[in-house]
């Protein structure tokens, strides 16, 4: 517990498919740390109409007394949460924010590198505690709250006309979610039958990050869940496209914070030193 709030590793495990309803009074902040969350579905149910559900990525942030329904057919589970108090924020994490529909659906599937990498730092501690540990893990939640607020800002601060359609934005997502790895912008402006220009400019309008930086966070999504199976950081280069495995485990701890080994060992706690190579491979 800090003056900002709480912080916890969480490990679950379901046998069934999940259903939740409810609220909480205070923020919650959520990393999936199995990349699990990509299957999951979220509905705000007193502003949103019945059918209406999101996609919820590894990600994701519920604002205090909104309540959600989610469902998820994951079976197991391992996030980082950080619970945060809206009076102890509320310098950074805006009071008055509308929390319009564009900042609910953006922050259910948030793509922004620094929140992450906050996240995965404070993970780091909460695994290796060391000196200072609980006054460093208050100050990163301070810093979450900065970098939150300026990410639902900056959703304001964009038009919203000029937005690709819904269709459009599924479209890419379901594309993406089979394709990350060798998929281009020119891929993705004839999915939506558009050019690249046009695609990108109304790509940010929407979804508030550019469409390269979705795209990269797509990819090291995928390398995530490959690392948690059990992949070999070199097997998960090879499929993510990287002909040399130094410039993925550049690019993955650019995006999260942590090196590919770093977060397969708190993916696969019961793994002792690097997962082996399958026999005959190089």
């Not at 989610?70 to 079976?75: H, I, P, T």
Request: hydrophobic residues 40%.
């Amino acid at each position: 517990m800090t003056r900002f709030g709480e912080v916890s590793i969480v490990a679950e495990e379901w046998a069934d498919t999940i259903e939740t309803v409810g609220s909480n009074a205070w923020h919650h902040l959520q990393l999936s740390l199995f990349s699990s969350s990509l299957e999951a579905m979220g509905r705000y149910a007193d502003h949103w109409p019945a059918r209406r559900f999101e996609r919820v990525g590894a990600l994701f942030l519920v604002p205090a007394h909104h309540k959600v329904h989610m469902r998820s057919a994951c079976r197991v589970q391992r996030s980082i949460v950080c619970r945060l108090d809206p009076d102890a924020i509320s310098p950074w994490l805006a009071p008055d924010l509308d929390w319009s529909d564009r900042q609910l659906v953006e922050g259910l599937d948030i793509s922004n590198s620094a929140i992450r990498r906050l996240m995965c730092r404070i993970s780091d501690e909460m695994h290796n505690p060391a000196y200072a540990s609980h006054s460093l893990i208050e100050l990163l939640l301070a810093e979450i709250g900065i970098e939150l607020s300026r990410y639902f800002l900056a959703l304001e601060d964009v038009p919203a006309a000029g937005g690709l359609a819904p269709w459009r934005l599924r479209r890419i997502d379901e594309f993406l979610a089979r394709n990350a790895a060798g998929a281009t912008l020119a891929d993705m402006a004839s999915l939506c039958n558009l050019s690249v220009r046009h695609l990108a400019r109304a790509f940010q309008i929407s979804r508030g990050c550019t469409l390269g930086d979705y795209m990269v966070a797509q990819r090291i999504e995928q390398s995530r869940r490959m690392l948690s199976e059990g992949m070999s950081v070199k097997e998960t280069a090879h499929a993510m496209g990287f002909t040399v495995a130094s410039n993925f485990s550049a690019s993955f701890r650019r995006s999260t914070g942590e090196t590919p080994s770093q977060y397969q060992r708190r993916a696969m706690p019961g793994q002792q030193g690097p997962v082996p190579s399958p026999k005959g491979a190089p």
